[in-house]
Every structure is written in C-alpha cells, then in structure tokens.
T-cell receptor
C-alpha cells in the first residue's frame, strides 16, 4: 500500500531564507508525486508534479522538487521565502495504475517571518 | 470560467440529521473525489467515482453515501451514522482515472454539528 510521510508538521523560516519541506513516500510501483498548497479555508492548488522524465521538477511561485528514487523522497524547496508563501503544503502520491485516487500526507504548515 | 463549485461554504447540522454537500464541475472531467480534512490529519479519501453511475469507497466511507447520476455532479451525504462529522470537506475532479493527471479542488465546505 502506498503512503506519504511529511517530516515536520510546522516549519518556520525568515523572509528570504531557504524553504525545505520534506516528503517521503512508499510505493510498490513507480509513483506519481505531487505537491499542493492550501491557504486558510481554501481548496488545494497544484504546485508541481512528477510523473516521468526529469527528476527535478519546477513549479509555480518559484518552488521546485526533486524525485530521488533511492531515497524514496520528493522534497519541496524554494531558494528565498516570501511572506505570501505562508500556507499549508501537502505532498501526495498516486501509483502507476488506473483507477486510484491521490493519497495525501498530513501536511506541513509553513510560517514566514519578516 | 471552468472549475469546481462546492456549496454551501458553511453548513450547520443538528445531531441525528442527514445533510448533503453539493459538488458540481464544468471541466468535463470523468473522475471525481471527496476528501475529508481534519487538523493535523491531512486529507482522507471518502469516496471516488471514475465514471457516471459508478463509485468506490475510500478509506473512511462509513457514515457517508454518494451518487453519480450526472458527469457534472457528485453529491456527498453525511448520514446520522457518521460519529464525528464536523470537518472540512473537499471535492476534487480529474480528467480521467489516470494517476498522472492533477486533481482540481473546490473551495470546500465546512460542516459543523451543533
């Protein structure tokens, strides 16, 4: 069975600092991996996704993530945090077969201080 | 504009009552999903539907029911059998039951049992 673990339920950074949100997954087959962002009382918005091909994936708002099969990881990074990045971030996985829904991690809340 | 509409945004229910949450999409997507979100728990899958007149239980289907009579609509009924229904409910859709496509989310319905 597939699962997702997000290390750290809360991450705090200063404006301009590096953002690193960790995600590890377990899957019996090559996974499809996603990062979503959620602002308070809103739905989720896709930041980026990995399906096949290049393991470094670039997304919106300056975020990127690298798929590392040997480490079963898909960590999200951004070189310089902005106040508007404060939100909750979810990592999700879907196995490579039709008919499955996304499985989400428990989320990481990112706080950005000035 | 194309998108997913959930209504109402806030819903209050008395204990022992059934209540139905609406989800409509005009994206022409085949697959639709219902997730429940609780603080610190991430998103948990309630039901999903890959095609009209067909749906499958997710991880926490007990106390919930759905129907998929039209491609555009996937209403969720929270029955009195659901022991702890107070939560934030998110509806999503994707173009098909292919795991490598993103899910688009509605803005959510916050249900409170009073």
């Amino acid at each position: 069975a597939q699962s997702v673990t997000q290390l750290g339920s809360h991450v705090s950074v200063s404006e301009g600092a590096l953002v690193l949100l960790r995600c590890n997954y377990s899957s019996s087959v090559p996974p499809y991996l996603f990062w979503y962002v959620q602002y308070p009382n809103q739905g989720l918005q896709l930041l980026l996704k990995y399906t096949t091909g290049a393991t470094l994936v670039k997304g919106i708002n300056g975020f990127e993530a690298e798929f590392k099969k040997s480490e079963t990881s898909f960590h999200l990074t951004k070189p310089s945090a902005h106040m508007s990045d404060a939100a909750e971030y979810f990592c999700a996985v879907s196995e490579g077969q039709a008919g499955t829904a996304l499985i989400f991690g428990k989320g990481t809340t990112l706080s950005v201080s000035s | 504009d194309g998108g997913i509409t959930q209504s109402p945004k806030y819903l209050f229910r008395k204990e022992g009552q059934n209540v139905t949450l609406s989800c409509e999409q005009n994206l022409n997507h085949d697959a639709m999903y219902w997730y429940r979100q609780d603080p610190g728990q991430g998103l948990r899958l309630i039901y999903y539907s890959q095609i009209v007149n067909d749906f499958q239980k997710g991880d926490i289907a007990e106390g919930y029911s759905v129907s998929r009579e039209k491609k555009e609509s996937f209403p969720l009924t929270v029955t009195s059998a659901q022991k702890n229904p107070t939560a934030f409910y998110l509806c999503a859709s994707s173009i098909g039951p292919w795991p490598n496509t993103e899910a688009f989310f509605g803005q959510g319905t916050r249900l409170t049992v009073v």
